[in-house]
């Protein structure tokens, strides 16, 4: 299953058409090009995959326009900073965070927040509803089936009418989920299209030769895998960390809950062996959005942050957050259990 989905990660292009520049151009390197660092297993495998196989669909995806527009933002990052593209991929991936999903971050706390809010009374509403309910049963001879239904039918309409009056249904706490979403997945393919094929040239130079030589550290080859497993082990650990934050502030979830926060472990974890088989500028792109949806995270619990961005006061709201978050961390995995 791993090796199906890292070879779509890995698919080359079989031809590609360089915007405003003619007709498509064969994307086999050629003269002096540099061979590709990926594995030769990934690449056998793939040119058995035609376009109008079971690579359809992401040959469709990697040359839609959301991902042209990604390689664009991408390729404007790194002409305007002048930084290598170690560099302009964390500058993109930063400015994206900031301008994009941290604002929809908070106005997700602030729906929530209001939604918290409104809980007192709702279960007021719910319990007089309840009575009212076993009267008129008592009354008309309902069955104990239809008594439920009404109660449950009227409950979501009044429920309903609560969130229209405070402009806080809770699918608009989804919005962050819609946009942040496809943002990762477009730049994900976007730098996968320059790590595998050179999809533009600056300079006379192709991006995936650019790329080669634009990593730093240990990863000096941004086409190139990680055989340290750093920066795979890196995502996981980071990804389980926002899991945690998010299960520590949680007290008492429900069995949804719970099971949606095990599966959300199980894809962190699952995301190391995923992140070593795909070229290093994905893995940097995956490590430094991550980083900043765990920052994102922290940011949004303090309260000045919170009142800056007008998100109201609820009931379970501390004064002391980080406090508490390291008081509940220290609690649950380093104090010994009896």
Known sequence: MLCRLSVRWLQPRPALQLRGLGPPVASAPTGGAKPSALPLWAVASVSAVGPSGAGGWYESLATSAPVQGAEDVLLFAHTASGLPWWGSILLTTVALRGAVTLPLAAYQHYILAKVENLQPEIKNIARHLNQEVAVRANQLGWSKRAARLTYLKTVRRLVSELYVRDNCHPFKATVLVWIQLPMWIFMSVALRNFSTGATHSEAGFSVQEQLATGGVLWFPDLTALDSTWILPVSIGVINLLIVEIFAL??????????????????????????????????????????????????????????????????????????????????????????
């Not at 008081?327 to 649950?332: D, E, G, I, R």
Request: aromatic share 14%; hydrophobic share 45%.
């Open 249 to 338: 502030q949680k007290i008492g979830m429900s069995r949804f809950q719970t099971y949606i926060t095990y599966f959300v472990r199980a894809v962190s974890v699952l995301m190391i062996p995923i992140a070593a088989t795909v070229p290093s500028s994905l893995v940097l792109y995956w490590l430094c959005s991550s980083f900043m949806g765990l920052a994102q995270n922290l940011l949004l619990r303090s309260p000045r942050f919170r009142q800056l961005c007008r998100i109201p006061l609820t009931k379970s709201d501390s004064d002391t957050p980080y406090k508490d978050l390291f008081a509940a961390f220290y609690a649950k995995f380093i104090t010994p259990r009896k």
